[in-house]
């Protein structure tokens, strides 16, 4: 049975970062590319960071390039997001999602995903 469980959001300041942090219980998580989504309200789920599962590659959307960072530690079965330079449209919940082998940007092609997170930036 697969778990995703996310932490580490809450309330922070415009400009202010935020590490989330993602813990799998999942066999073999390195096979495993992982994603970060977010939604916020009234929005689609969008993409903010993938890494491929060795985490020799790393994707960002376009909204978050230069200023979030994703990692993992398979030796923790745990991936990463480092959130810095927040701005007030950063506001969301966030996901993080996993499938085999590719990170694709779409959302539907996920097979697992956590509860998610709320990160909250105040202006």
């Known amino acids: 049975q697969v778990q995703l469980v996310e932490s580490g959001g809450g309330l922070v300041q415009a400009g202010g970062s935020l590490r989330l942090s993602c813990a799998a219980s999942i066999r073999a998580f390195n096979i495993y590319a992982m994603g970060w989504f977010r939604q916020a309200p009234g929005k689609e789920r969008e993409f903010v960071a993938g890494i491929s599962g060795s985490g020799g590659a790393t994707y960002g959307g376009d909204s978050v390039k230069g200023r979030f960072t994703i990692s993992r530690d398979n030796a923790k079965n745990t991936v990463y997001l480092q959130m810095n330079s927040l701005t007030p449209e950063d506001t969301a919940v966030y996901y993080c999602?996993?499938?085999?082998?590719?990170?694709?940007?779409?959302?539907?092609?996920?097979?697992?995903w956590g509860q998610g997170t709320q990160v909250t930036v105040s202006s």
């Open positions: 999602a996993a499938r085999k082998f590719v990170v694709l940007r779409d959302r539907r092609a996920y097979d697992y």
